[in-house]
């Protein structure tokens, strides 16, 4: 057998820079939903085809805003005991289908169980308390409103001080007395972790 010697790739401190030559450029598109949004709607988006270009489905992004509200239609008032459910964002959604060409492809039934877990596992702590929080100012996006609750304390719906599940209570300081909130993430679908 012939032996080959190298170095590590990491150790090429003077080798010419290498360029990728297969894609020329990038570009985010807005695509809005095909129907106004109601409370018994499904969401659809239909995508259609772009020519010469193709869609990276790894880098869809979901952009909502949103305001949590009483089932009358009223804002909850600053006393009331409200907040969003960890990893809002994903976990809002029950079910998520996927169709290319008019035939589906794929379907979540239990999208919202199916995110959490992902996200739980895939990203780590730092990443957690910081990507999947973000933006700490009115107008700024907020990610995906992910506060982890308090191990213990997960029937503690008490959101004032007294409260012991923080998770809960920075969740409940984002969404109280009706305001809107900006989210923005990727969608967890299982074409778009092809590779």
């Known amino acids: 057998m012939e032996r080959c010697y190298c170095t590590k790739s990491e150790l090429e ?5 290498k360029i990728q030559l297969a ?3 990038s570009s985010f598109l807005e695509i809005h939903p095909v129907a106004s949004i109601s409370d018994s709607n499904t969401i659809e988006f239909q995508i259609t085809g772009l020519g010469d270009s193709y869609f990276d489905l790894s880098h869809i992004l979901l952009n ?4 949590i ?6 804002a909850f008032t600053v006393i009331d005991k409200c907040g969003s459910k960890n990893y809002l964002l994903n976990t809002m959604f029950s079910e998520c289908h996927i169709s290319l060409n008019d035939r589906q492809i794929s379907s979540e039934s239990n999208y919202a169980y199916k995110t959490y877990i992902q996200s739980t ?26 506060y982890k609750d308090t191990a213990g304390e997960f029937d503690d719906t008490d959101v004032t001080g007294a409260g ?3 998770g809960l209570k920075q969740r409940h300081e984002r969404v109280k007395g009706g305001k809107i ?15």
Do not use: V, Y
Request: aromatic share 4%.
């Open 181 to 195: 909130f900006d989210m923005s993430g990727i969608l967890h679908i299982d074409l778009g972790t092809q590779t």
């Open 121 to 146: 596992l895939i990203h780590s702590e730092s990443s957690q308390k910081n990507f999947l929080r973000a933006g700490k100012k009115s107008g700024i996006k907020i990610p995906h409103l992910r």
């Open 69 to 74: 509200l009483k089932a009358d239609g009223t």
């Open 13 to 17: 401190l003077f080798g010419l820079e």
């Open 164 to 166: 012991k599940n923080l």
């Open 64 to 67: 909502i805003q949103a305001k």
């Open 23 to 25: 894609i020329k450029n």
